[in-house]
């Protein structure tokens, strides 16, 4: 492999050129998801290995794609917990966001709320 | 060796001898030599049984220290012969109890193997990543009243760097998308990896491109060119490479 620094004149960023310091991501994310998948004799699913998958898709995959990916464990692990702030934050939002709306709906007096006549139409239709 | 078995890096055509692989150190130090099953040879090396049976591997590939160094010495058998001939990358971690079994394995997929190699033949894979650089904090957010009260100015400043962040990281993610579509239109093939999170990059700029391209062996000028020029105040680029083409190196049926 090569290293080349490349100067660009009349650019606010130069490109970057790193070769030699071949991150572990980079490499990481190609020996685990590419290359040819063949069965060996050993029979070790990469993706069966928990931990493994996890800890990898967490710090290969950004960790807004993780959750979209259904992944979120680590946000309990207290090694790993730097988000969990945010979600508690975020779960104390929605839940006052939630009290909110309950309050907006029970407060019509004829007791005929939107909401609910909504939901038996859906449930008839279902 | 009675306990030892056989860690497969890598295909290549039957012509590989083992001269060629007196340089490289696999996984666990040991040399590499090649298996030959005309037209493909398998670059294989001997491991542990022990520590490659199927239990041990499935523990210590939980362990982030042992997965480094083995995923470091899978990349550089692969990138050390990937620089001098046709070679597709297996995944982490193939394990044969003997040679006759891969000799076995490179028969029966013979047809499938071959095709791998000729789609990534005289090519090389090239990484590009693309970073939305943080906005410059110190700059004032226009628009900021001076007339309002101190709380209610506050609020609005707050409102305005975040509104201003937000466009700045769409403008990047623009960008990005542009600067993608035209190195895939330069490239053979291209894949995109998912962003990298920051606490492995290392960088406080948020990735917004992760891409692969698979070019001819030598015709990288254009995309160091195209590449060079696609950077702005608010996108950093950055190119490696060349690399094996691990993410072009894939059979058919995967």
């Known amino acids: ?126 | 060796m009675a306990d030892a078995v056989i860690y497969l890096s890598a295909v290549a055509d039957s012509d590989l001898t083992d001269a060629e692989l007196s340089d490289l150190h696999a996984v666990d130090d040991a040399s590499v030599h090649v298996v030959t099953e005309a037209p493909l040879a398998a670059v294989v090396s001997s491991v542990d049984a022990e520590r490659f049976s199927a239990p041990a591997l499935r523990r210590n590939l939980e362990d982030l220290g042992w997965l480094e160094t083995i995923a470091r010495a899978h990349d550089s058998v692969v990138s050390g012969l990937a620089n001098q001939r046709p070679l597709a990358p297996v995944r982490l971690a193939t394990v044969f109890m003997d040679e006759d079994n891969v000799r076995a394995l490179l028969r029966s997929r013979s047809d499938e193997l071959v095709r791998t190699l000729d789609r990534i033949r005289g090519r090389v894979e090239w990484a590009v990543k693309a970073f939305s650089v943080a906005p410059d904090r110190e700059q004032p957010i226009p628009g900021s009243s001076q007339a309002a009260s101190p709380g209610r100015a506050y609020l609005e400043r707050r409102r305005g760097e975040r509104d201003s962040a937000a466009r700045h990281r769409q403008h990047a993610l623009d960008e990005a998308e542009a600067v993608h579509a035209r190195l895939t239109e330069l490239a053979i093939a291209s894949r995109r990896y998912p962003p990298q999170d920051r606490r492995l990059t290392g960088f406080q700029d948020e990735m917004v491109l992760n891409a692969a391209y698979l070019l001819p062996e030598g015709g990288d000028a254009e995309l160091r060119r195209l590449t060079e020029e696609s950077g702005s105040p608010r996108l950093r680029l950055e190119l490696t490479g060349p690399w094996a083409p691990y993410s072009f190196a894939t059979l058919e049926s995967q």
Request: hydrophobic share 35%; glycine share 8%.
């Open chain 1, 1 to 126: 492999m090569t290293s080349a620094g490349v100067s660009v004149p009349g650019r606010a960023r130069p490109l970057d050129h790193r070769q030699e310091s071949t991150n572990l991501a980079d490499i990481l994310e190609r020996v685990l998801d590419k290359g040819i998948v063949i069965a060996g004799d050993i029979r070790v699913n990469l993706l069966d290995i928990e931990l493994l998958t996890i800890k990898i898709r967490l710090l290969v995959a950004s960790v807004d794609k993780a959750r979209e990916m259904g992944i979120d464990w680590w946000e309990h692990d207290p090694t790993l917990s730097s988000g969990q702030r945010d979600i508690a934050a975020e779960n104390r939002r929605l839940r006052e966001r939630i009290g909110a709306l309950e309050a907006a709906q029970s407060s019509p007096p004829d007791g005929k709320r939107p909401a609910r006549k909504r939901d038996t139409e859906d449930v008839q239709r279902g």
